[in-house]
């Protein structure tokens, strides 16, 4: 009786033991499984890119960087903005993000850059990049940085029409907006240019992407829409990291390879 009794404690001993030993396997396993994990998702490069236009031009523009970056195995969307309001921009843009598949980064040509500030917000953007765009604070508008530094002499940004609507003057558009393009192209952009409502540029951002995402900025030195020094003191706010491209507002058409070159270094430069 005793032998067995003695039998029996050994064996719930040996059997709390291991019952032990497989609980601290189970834990090392999962504790070195999440490790990996981590590992992966940071070294995992982000292959989403999502491309946002500007006022005076629509989403066909990007259609060269499209083709260098798509080349490259990343998965680009182009927004189609309705220039009907920021919001109506911004939800535009949210829409596009909430079907990417994983992080993104997010860019913004010209006015598109003020929506990219307000919809980086979004939990998928984990990076945003500027191209001769603008970059307002919280409670700032568009209006507030086109007037900051006298326009160039080409700037043909026309006053909102009686319904509320801004165009780009016809006789400006090829010097002002896209001044290294070619005089048909110029003239094809300015025929598909969007109406773009005032209300986008008056309406202030609520909250700036660009104070919790890394940023970069391309300064369009030949730039006749946006002074080239307003784009660089609002680059240098945002602490972004800034690139000099020669070329005109629409470097994104002209520049295509330069363009790219930093949005790749913006989905490689993710942790």
């Known amino acids: 009786m005793k032998t067995k009794l003695k039998n029996n404690m050994k064996a719930k001993s040996m059997k ?3 019952n032990k030993y497989l609980i601290a396997a189970v834990v090392l396993s999962g504790s ?5 994990f981590k590992a992966s998702a940071q070294g995992t490069p982000v292959k989403n890119i999502v491309l946002v236009h500007g006022a005076f031009a629509d989403g066909s523009g990007f259609q060269a960087v499209y083709n260098i970056l798509t080349k490259k195995g990343y998965n680009v969307t182009v927004v189609q903005n ?4 920021l919001k109506d921009d911004v939800d535009a843009a949210n ?3 909430d079907k990417q598949d994983g992080p993104t980064v997010l860019v913004g040509h010209s006015y598109g850059g003020t929506v990219i500030t307000e919809a980086g917000n979004n939990s998928k953007v984990v990076a945003l990049v500027y191209i001769a765009a603008f970059a307002p604070d919280k409670g700032e508008n568009t209006i507030k940085w086109v007037q900051s530094a006298p326009p160039a002499p080409e700037n043909g940004i026309l006053p909102p029409d009686d319904k509320g609507f801004v165009y780009y003057d016809k006789a400006k558009f090829h010097g002002g907006f896209a001044g290294d393009l070619s005089q048909a192209e110029a003239d094809f952009m300015f025929a ?3 109406p773009t409502s005032v209300q986008c540029f008056i309406t202030p951002i609520t909250e ?3 104070k919790t995402k890394p940023s970069y900025g391309i300064v369009a030195t030949e730039d006749k829409s946006i002074v080239p020094d307003v784009e660089r003191t609002m680059y240098k706010r945002a602490g972004a990291k800034i690139t000099e491209v020669k070329g005109s507002h629409v470097i994104f058409i002209s520049q295509p390879e330069a363009v790219a070159k930093v949005i790749i270094e913006a989905a490689n430069s993710v942790k």
């Not at 070195?32 to 990996?36: D, I, N, P, S």
């Not at 309705?82 to 309001?85: A, D, F, G, H, V």
């Open 192 to 194: 598909s240019q969007g």
């Open 95 to 97: 829409r596009i993000l």
């Open 32 to 36: 070195l499984f999440a490790l990996t």
């Open 208 to 210: 700036a992407a660009w």
């Open 16 to 18: 709390a033991r291991l």
């Open 82 to 85: 309705p220039l009907t309001s």
